[in-house]
């Protein structure tokens, strides 16, 4: 069974720094593409950033040069970092793996969420 | 860069046919996929490269794509298909994901 468990999320004030973590099994993370989609309150799925399993990241333009995107395959877990947070980061972060096939890419788990506040 | 446009809503009657487009500059040339995301949960797929079921998926859902338009259609629709739906490609391109707005879907 495959499973992603995302923690790290809270409270943080405009400026600050958060790392968020998912803990993958049931798949290897070295062999995967990684994402990161957060969901702001009410609002739709946006893409935040992706890692490959060689391990070239991207990011969307919101995040780029704040938010870092890592692992540690020894244990099989992903990472956000994120800094300089705005209140417009405030949003419910999922951790998803993605199947690829013939060039197209979808996300075939997910973890639950970690809520990210951005406020004072 | 590339968007994809989703009608915000779409309202059904239970047993009919529902019809959730995913707009796109000749969106039939990618690959297009659709997630259902009930309220306090996370997304699951329903269809992915435009008109495959993952296992578990009624065949009551399905897809395609034609020119500007990908379309997820389900039929005889019940109350537990109320949810919220998004296409999502990969820009191979740029190498991002891309979602479009999501449609609430409601079941009359």
């Known amino acids: 069974e495959v499973q992603l468990v995302e923690s790290g999320g809270g409270l943080v004030q405009p400026g600050g720094s958060l790392r968020l973590s998912c803990e993958v099994s049931?798949?290897?993370?070295?062999?995967?593409?990684m994402s990161w989609v957060r969901q702001r309150p009410g609002q739709g799925l946006q893409w935040v950033a992706t890692?490959?399993?060689?391990?070239?990241?991207y990011y969307a333009e919101s995040v780029q040069g704040r938010f870092t995107f890592s692992r540690r395959d020894s244990l099989n877990t992903v990472y956000l970092q994120m800094t300089t947070l705005r209140p417009e980061d405030t949003a419910n972060y999922f951790c998803?793996?993605?199947?690829?096939?013939?060039?197209?890419?979808?996300?075939?788990?997910w973890g639950q969420g970690t809520l990210v506040t951005v406020s004072s | 860069s590339y968007v994809l446009t989703q009608p915000p809503s779409v309202s059904v009657a239970p047993g009919k046919t529902a019809t959730l487009t995913c707009g796109g500059d000749?969106?039939?040339?990618?690959?297009v996929h659709w997630y259902q995301q009930r309220p306090g949960q996370a997304p699951v797929v329903v269809m992915y490269?435009?008109?495959e079921r993952p296992s578990g998926i009624p065949e009551r859902f399905s897809g395609s794509n034609s020119g500007n338009t990908a379309t997820l259609t389900i039929s005889r629709v019940e109350d537990g298909d109320e949810a919220d739906y998004y296409c999502?490609?990969?820009?191979?391109?740029?190498?991002?994901?891309?979602f479009g707005g999501g449609t609430k879907l409601s079941v009359l």
């Open positions: 998803a793996s993605h199947y690829c096939n013939s060039g197209s890419c979808y996300v075939d788990y």
């Open positions: 049931g798949v290897t993370i070295s062999s995967n593409y």
């Open positions: 890692i490959y399993g060689g391990g070239t990241t």
């Open positions: 000749n969106i039939e040339t990618r690959s």
């Open positions: 490269s435009d008109s």
């Open positions: 999502q490609l990969w820009d191979i391109g740029s190498d991002h994901v891309l």
